[in-house]
């Protein structure tokens, strides 16, 4: 839908001339604008982001990024809270994220560390933090509960400790090679791993045994996530493809072909969808049908390789990062219902400006006129 932005527009600018027929192209452009994904923030950091997420409310975004840069943003006034001063300032932070109260924030990095924030305040807990490592911590996850954190950790070792316990974490080797990703299920019963040696591992979290066969790809498998209610697995991977399993059996379900490395893949708040950022030339994040393995939306362009993708608590957003540096928080997806017009017309007035970002064409403004009532029907 979104590729007939260009030639819709060109017709209006042709065509502006003739009332008649420029009234017609408004109406193609704005049923169109309608439904396409509207970006409503952009932020710019300096170097590469490597990871954002939504707060449990939807209103703040934490990012990790190079240089010890670690920062929470607040969505709504696009303002700065605070940063988060304490890894080192020459090594990258890896992962961030809050936990599911928010009342916590878990950063992890290259200084083979991980931190642990007050997510009010930005003030590190230093009864409990820093939980070292001996090597880069590429990931660190709260559990549903908040009372457990799991890290991934280049050794190819897994750990999990019990906040604010002073024994040691519970330990074990997860893979034969670096663990990119560890997180909770949903339900705080099991732990998903994802490693360069091409598998994702589900383990019990009370007795970190195996459980169940590897998943296993033909590259790196950079990251692996439940779904919202435990039953399938989706894992993100550079041979090409993004995979979904059954969690219980590791029998593979549905596979996503964006022919192009994949960074990341998540589920979306009710299972239903899968957005994925993918390191193709066109720098795209996509979001999949979960079930189907069908794409549901055309894919969303950057001006550098995305580096994650999710989706905000209420599904209706999506946070991406970029090596470039930016963080954009997009509109719209297809967890919202599609909107067509019915009985009235939409009309994209004259002053309307169409803004062009990365090859797509987006309005800066869009509403029908004021004479004329919004009468939508949901697909």
């Given at each position: 839908m979104e590729g007939a932005l260009p030639s819709f527009a060109q017709a209006l600018r042709l065509e502006q001339s003739d009332a008649e027929r420029a009234k017609r192209h408004r109406v193609h452009l704005g049923v169109v604008l309608r439904q396409c994904p509207k970006l409503i923030r952009v932020w710019f950091q300096d170097g590469r982001i490597n990871t954002a997420g939504f707060s449990p409310n939807g209103r703040r975004v934490v990012i990790a990024g190079i240089n010890g840069n670690a920062a929470v943003w607040d969505v709504d006034s696009n303002l700065q809270v605070f940063r988060l001063?304490?890894?080192?300032?020459?090594?990258?932070?890896?992962?961030?994220?809050?936990?599911?109260?928010?009342?916590?924030?878990?950063?992890?990095?290259?200084?083979?560390?991980?931190?642990?924030?007050?997510?009010?305040?930005?003030?590190?807990?230093?009864?409990?933090?820093?939980?070292?490592?001996?090597?880069?911590?590429?990931?660190?996850?709260?559990?549903?509960?908040?009372?457990?954190?799991?890290?991934?950790?280049?050794?190819?070792?897994?750990?999990?400790?019990?906040?604010?316990?002073?024994?040691?974490?519970?330990?074990?080797?997860?893979?034969?090679?670096?663990?990119?990703?560890?997180?909770?299920?949903?339900?705080?019963?099991?732990?998903?791993?994802?490693?360069?040696?091409?598998?994702?591992?589900?383990?019990?979290?009370?007795?970190?045994?195996?459980?169940?066969?590897?998943?296993?790809?033909?590259?790196?498998?950079?990251?692996?996530?439940?779904?919202?209610?435990?039953?399938?697995?989706?894992?993100?991977?550079?041979?090409?493809?993004?995979?979904?399993?059954?969690?219980?059996?590791?029998?593979?379900?549905?596979?996503?072909?964006?022919?192009?490395?994949?960074?990341?893949?998540?589920?979306?708040?009710?299972?239903?969808?899968?957005?994925?950022?993918?390191?193709?030339?066109?720098?795209?994040t996509r979001v999949w049908e979960a079930s189907t393995g069908k794409e549901a939306v055309p894919p969303l362009k950057h001006t550098s390789y995305p580096t994650s993708a999710s989706f905000s608590p209420a599904g209706n957003r999506i946070l991406t990062t970029a090596t470039c540096g930016t963080l954009r928080v997009i509109n719209g997806s297809p967890l919202q219902p599609r909107f067509f017009i019915a009985s009235t017309e939409m009309l994209l007035q004259p002053s309307t400006a169409i803004s062009c970002e990365c090859g797509t064409l987006r309005p800066t403004h869009l509403s029908p006129p004021a004479s004329v009532p919004d009468t939508r029907f949901t697909m």
């Open positions: 001063t304490g890894h080192n300032p020459e090594k990258g932070v890896e992962s961030a994220c809050f936990s599911r109260d928010g009342r916590f924030l878990l950063t992890a990095g290259e200084d083979w560390t991980v931190r642990v924030w007050n997510a009010e305040n930005g003030q590190e807990i230093s009864a409990i933090s820093p939980l070292l490592h001996p090597d880069t911590v590429y990931c660190a996850s709260f559990s549903p509960l908040g009372d457990r954190i799991v890290t991934a950790c280049e050794d190819g070792k897994v750990r999990v400790w019990t906040m604010g316990a002073p024994e040691p974490p519970r330990e074990f080797v997860a893979h034969s090679e670096a663990v990119r990703h560890a997180s909770f299920s949903p339900d705080g019963r099991w732990i998903v791993t994802a490693s360069v040696d091409g598998t994702a591992k589900i383990w019990r979290a009370d007795t970190c045994v195996q459980a169940g066969v590897p998943m296993r790809h033909q590259n790196w498998v950079f990251q692996a996530c439940f779904s919202p209610d435990n039953a399938s697995v989706v894992t993100a991977s550079y041979d090409k493809t993004a995979r979904v399993w059954d969690a219980a059996t590791g029998k593979l379900i549905t596979t996503l072909h964006p022919d192009a490395q994949v960074h990341s893949a998540q589920f979306s708040p009710d299972g239903r969808y899968i957005v994925t950022t993918c390191w193709d030339y066109d720098f795209t």
